[in-house]
């Protein structure tokens, strides 16, 4: 991939898949969490020799011999573009910056929230979230399932994910700014003349606008579904350890960069090491 060859790589063959919309465009799912959240990886725990292991697909690709034939930096980077429009292309970037981020500089890297077992998720503080309804702001009052009360909400970011997902509290928050309440199935369905101006903070960084085209989807001549819906039965099962999955619509409106250390002032990574160290990194 990229240039770069694994010599082996554990798989999990699926002969039935469930909530994935697997189809004749792609055949496999690449997961991109941190190397601690490997189901495989527990089965077929890994070696630090060269024999075959249950090792993440990241772990192998910087942990290729020798080293240089591995990726200088331990980063990937992603962009997703947006249907019907060819302004940003859909890339993944292993240990490199697009060509036009001139100043790595500019990219904003913060430190992951953990875990009890350690750093699973690329998950951050939810500081805020704000609608702006003609022109005046409407912040959107937070509330944390997963942290207990008075806590800040915890958001993963994650590229298999084609919604936002989050609690009903949170979500009708935003939709109550603009007038919207949730049908009798619990779903958001937003005029589709009405946009959906909405920002959202995360850990210390300056707020995250979202193009308003990214938050709905048509399913009318007359109302377009939100792409920001509650699922509150995800947000209480002990597996999702967070309020709010950011998922595509949120990664269109950001650069990405999944760092397994962290860079320098400048926003430049150093020699490869062997512990991981993670940043998630946001422009």
């Not at 999990?12 to 690449?30: C, K, N, Q, W, Y």
């Not at 707020?207 to 007359?222: A, F, K, N, R, V």
């Amino acid at each position: 991939m990229g240039g770069y060859s694994l010599d082996s790589q554990a798989l999990a063959a699926a002969t039935v898949v469930t909530s994935e919309p697997l189809s004749a465009a792609f055949s496999g799912i690449l997961g991109l969490a941190l190397p601690l959240n490997s189901i495989i990886a527990e089965l077929i725990p890994p070696v630090t020799t060269n024999s075959p292991d249950g090792a993440a697909w990241a772990s192998n690709l910087f942990s290729i011999t020798p080293t240089s034939a591995a990726p200088a930096h331990r980063f990937l980077s992603l962009l997703l573009s947006r249907p019907g429009s060819d302004a940003v292309p859909a890339q993944l970037g292993i240990g490199r910056h697009p060509e036009f981020i001139t100043q790595p500089s500019a990219v904003q890297y913060a430190v992951l929230e953990s875990d009890v077992r350690g750093t699973l998720f690329w998950k951050v503080d939810v500081r805020a979230i704000t609608v702006w309804v003609d022109g005046q702001e409407r912040p959107v009052q937070l509330s944390s399932v997963v942290n207990g009360p008075g806590a800040l909400p915890s958001a993963v970011l994650d590229s298999g994910v084609p919604l936002i997902l989050t609690t009903s509290a949170i979500a009708n928050g935003i939709y109550g700014a603009i007038g919207v309440a949730p049908d009798n199935k619990g779903q958001y369905y937003v005029p589709c003349t009405t946009p959906l101006n909405l920002t959202i903070t995360l850990d210390d960084r300056p707020p995250i606008p979202l193009h308003p085209l990214d938050l709905t989807s048509e399913s009318g001549s007359t109302f377009c579904t939100g792409v920001i819906q509650a699922a509150d039965s995800v947000f209480t099962a002990p597996t999702v350890p967070a309020d709010i999955i950011l998922g595509v619509p949120f990664l269109r409106n950001t650069y990405t960069v999944m760092a397994y250390e962290p860079p320098d002032d400048a926003g430049t990574f150093g020699a490869s090491g062997d512990s991981i160290k993670p940043r998630l990194g946001l422009l």
